[in-house]
C-alpha cells in the first residue's frame, strides 16, 4: 500500500519562500515498474482543489520533467531525492492568498492516462506575521 | 473559475441511484481520462474512479463512464458514508496544466 506523508511548517510569515517534503513509502519514487507524476495540490479553506505543479520519474532515470500551474509558475520549484523516497515544493513570494491546505498525490499510468490514485493526508499552511 | 464543471450540490435517499456529472471539453475530458476524489468532511481525498476502473478497496456500487467531453460517477445504492465532497480531476493540453471541476457536494437524506 502506497502512502504519502506531508511535512513542513505550519506558519510561514508573508513574503517568506514555503518549503513542504512529501515523503513516500511504500514503494520506491522512481520504481522500475512504472512512471509516475508526483504533484502538490492545495485547497484553502471552504473552496475547491487547485493543481500546484507536477514532476516526473520512471525507472531510475534522472530526467525528471516538471509542470507547473501558469497562474503559480514563476514562484514554483518541485524537486525530487531518489535515495529519500521524498519529493519537494518550494513556493517564493507567499501571501494570505497562499494559505491553504497542502496535499501531495501520485499520478499513475491506467489505459494510457495518468490519474491521481494516492493522496497525502494534508498539511495545514497559515500565512501570517 | 474551473476547467470543468460539475453540480455544486446534489443529494439522494439511502439506496437511490445518484449519478454525478463532469464537463469540460476536447482540450480535456474529450482526450484523457478523468479522476474522481471523494473528500469527507474536509479530510484528505481519496480516489473513487480511475476512469471506469475501480481502485482496490472501493466498493463496487461506484461505477464511472465518459461520453464525449462528460464524465460521470453513478453511485448505485446510496449509504450514508456516501455523503462528502467529489470532485472529477483530469489532465487538459492546451492549459498544461492538472484541472479539477468545482466539485459536488451530496448530501444523503
Known amino acids: 500500500q502506497v502512502q504519502l506523508q506531508e511535512s513542513g511548517p505550519g506558519l510561514v510569515k508573508p513574503s517568506q519562500t514555503l518549503s513542504l517534503t512529501c515523503t513516500v513509502s511504500?514503494?520506491?519514487?522512481?520504481?522500475?515498474?512504472?512512471?509516475?507524476?508526483w504533484s502538490w495540490i492545495r485547497q484553502p479553506a471552504g473552496k475547491g482543489l487547485e493543481w500546484i505543479g507536477r514532476?516526473?520519474?520512471?525507472?531510475?532515470?534522472?530526467?525528471?520533467?516538471?509542470n507547473y500551474n501558469p497562474s503559480l509558475k514563476s514562484r514554483v520549484t518541485i524537486s525530487i531525492d531518489m535515495s529519500k523516497n521524498q519529493f519537494s515544493l518550494n513556493l517564493s513570494s507567499m501571501t494570505a492568498a497562499d494559505s491553504a491546505i497542502y496535499y501531495c498525490?501520485?499520478?499513475?499510468?491506467?489505459?494510457?492516462?495518468?490519474?491521481?490514485?494516492?493522496w497525502g493526508q494534508g498539511t495545514l499552511v497559515t500565512v501570517s506575521s | 473559475q474551473s476547467a470543468l464543471t460539475q453540480e455544486a450540490s446534489m443529494s439522494g435517499t439511502v439506496g437511490q441511484k445518484v449519478t454525478l456529472s463532469c464537463t469540460g471539453n476536447?482540450?480535456?475530458?474529450?482526450?484523457?481520462?478523468v479522476g474522481w476524489h471523494q473528500q469527507i468532511s474536509h479530510g484528505a481525498p481519496k480516489t473513487v474512479m480511475l476512469?471506469?476502473s475501480l481502485p482496490s478497496g472501493i466498493p463496487d456500487r461506484f461505477s464511472g463512464s465518459k461520453s464525449g467531453t462528460t464524465a460521470s460517477l453513478t453511485i448505485s445504492g446510496l449509504q450514508p458514508e456516501d455523503e462528502a465532497d467529489y470532485y472529477c480531476?483530469?489532465?487538459?493540453?492546451?492549459?498544461?496544466?492538472?484541472?479539477f471541476g468545482g466539485g459536488t457536494r451530496l448530501t444523503v437524506l
Open positions: 498525490a501520485r499520478g499513475a499510468r491506467f489505459n494510457g492516462n495518468y490519474i491521481f490514485d494516492y
Open positions: 511504500g514503494d520506491s519514487i522512481s520504481s522500475n515498474s512504472g512512471s509516475y507524476y
Open positions: 514532476i516526473y520519474t520512471s525507472g531510475g532515470t534522472n530526467n525528471n520533467p516538471t
Open positions: 476536447t482540450n480535456n475530458i474529450g482526450s484523457y481520462a
Open positions: 476512469g471506469n
Open positions: 480531476s483530469t489532465w487538459d493540453y492546451s492549459l498544461s496544466a492538472w484541472v
